[in-house]
């Protein structure tokens, strides 16, 4: 491999239902994504991902439903847009168990679940992968999920975010915070397992959480499983400059994506952390084939079996606008709301209509598409990392598996001749991998200073 060459990092970018991006593929005879309730589905996703070397599986969630388009749940269920969606969480057992260096991006919303709870969940898979564990820190945006969690409407965009930097405190208190590296000394023969001087109690009292309690884990091999995050607005961009580790980004050309990788870089630096302290991925579509003809004749097939209504009814719920109320040609206007920021800031001109958004959306999903012959993708994949800063991509899935197969089979094998791409995967934690750091939060992140002694504020009986 050629030294010194900055190595593209890969998820694959998929969620635990049918259609996740690229609407109306499910119809496509190849396709398996109706299985997506079966552990087979999963297994064989993760064994097929680790034999391209991927870094991770990145799943998304959400949790509520798709209502915005007609006022109605009728194309997201015909369509099957993120509807039915199942738990991302119970996939990892089962993929752990059949992979050795895979990791897993889960996405979980704190909105609607007790820190203290969350935080056994991934400490156990963390402790059952063998330290291969990330989280997706998310805080909602649909009005419909807040209404089945029981709130009359969904919490106001910054506000979710002060409530999200509080949730991440508490969970630090116990992740880091609660067992010392040496408390578990499992000696049989003086029957002591973990020394009690060594487990403390949390205690936190803040504006949303009240916490008292020991961590129900042991320290995993992580402790903190590596920390995701998605949100680009100004309050988002503050959140992930502190506490996030892997940053996914949405560009839609090169020169506004090296903006956004520059400002999520500044984020960290502005927390005192250091810019490559982040690493930043973008969501991208990729269509290959052993000839540039034959790829663009799998782009033209997989057109006739895509919704671009569908897509749009996804993207609605994503800003929160019914673009089915406008005519073709009809300028959709801005509004603001508690929806995605960064899907909404492209509407801000009053210059898009029903007619570009469904162009936009031809494929389903609107992620930039890549199309051609393994060398061809290579290079384009090459020039982003070198014209934007980026340090890898989320491939999203057009049709299951066959997407990422191709990719595999053509486009790997030409970035590692180009020494693109990793021949190998490295040993240790997914954090370990991604950094080639130590498995914990380093020093300078914000959560690492609440290990014992340092700013936890805990003490074993009080």
């Not at 009359?152 to 010392?180: C, F, I, M, N, P």
């Not at 042991?218 to 502190?242: D, H, I, K, N, W």
């Amino acid at each position: 491999m050629a030294p010194g060459k900055k190595k593209i990092l890969l998820n694959a970018f998929n969620m635990n239902c049918i259609g996740h991006i690229n609407h109306g593929l499910w119809t496509h005879p190849q396709d398996t994504s109706t299985q997506y309730n079966t552990l087979e589905y999963w297994t064989g996703l993760a064994q097929l991902l680790e034999r391209g070397l991927f870094d991770g599986l990145f799943i998304a969630d959400i949790v509520g439903v798709y209502d915005v388009y007609q006022q109605s749940v009728d194309v997201t269920l015909k369509e099957s847009i993120q509807l039915p969606v199942n738990d991302p969480l119970l996939l990892v057992s089962a993929m752990a168990a059949v992979t050795k260096n895979l990791g897993f991006g889960l996405t979980a919303n704190l909105t609607y679940e007790p820190p203290y709870l969350f935080a056994r969940r991934m400490s156990t898979l963390d402790h059952l992968s063998r330290g291969r564990v990330g989280w997706n820190i998310v805080t909602g945006y649909l009005e419909s999920a807040a209404k089945a969690m029981g709130l009359t409407a969904q919490v106001e965009h910054d506000r979710r975010y002060d409530q999200a930097d509080e949730y991440l405190q508490v969970l630090y208190k116990l992740w880091e915070g609660s067992w010392e590296n040496d408390a578990v000394l499992n000696d049989r023969e003086q029957r002591i397992y973990a020394r009690p001087e060594k487990v403390h109690k949390v205690r936190h009292q803040g504006e949303f959480y009240r916490v008292e309690g020991y961590h129900l884990c042991e320290p995993s091999p992580q402790r903190t499983p590596v920390l995701f995050q998605a949100g680009s607005s100004e309050r988002g961009l503050q959140f992930a400059g502190r506490h996030a580790e892997c940053v996914f980004i949405s560009g839609q050309n090169k020169a506004a994506t090296r903006h956004q990788v520059d400002k999520v870089r500044a984020s960290a630096v502005q927390d005192g952390r250091k810019p490559e302290d982040i690493k930043v991925f973008m969501g991208l579509n990729v269509i290959v084939g052993e000839t540039e003809a034959a790829a663009w004749a799998k782009h033209a097939e997989y057109l006739s079996y895509a919704s671009a209504e569908a897509g749009v009814a996804h993207f609605s719920a994503s800003t929160g606008i019914d673009f089915s109320e406008y005519t073709l040609d009809e300028p959709i206007q801005y509004v603001k709301n508690n929806a995605i920021q960064s899907a909404t800031r492209i509407l801000q001109n009053n210059d898009w209509t029903r007619r570009r958004l469904l162009e936009q959306h031809a494929l389903g999903g609107r992620y930039i598409t890549l199309v051609g012959s393994a060398e061809q993708v290579a290079d384009e994949l090459e020039s982003w990392i070198a014209e934007t800063g980026l340090d890898g991509f989320n491939l999203t899935r057009l049709v299951t598996p066959q997407s990422y197969v191709d990719f595999i089979d053509l486009v790997i094998p030409e970035l590692q001749r180009r020494g693109s791409y990793k021949t190998e995967y490295d040993r240790g934690t997914l954090r370990e991998k991604l950094f080639h750091a130590e498995a914990h939060l380093p020093e300078r992140h914000t959560g690492s200073h609440y290990r014992h002694g340092l700013n936890t504020g805990n003490s074993h009986d009080s």
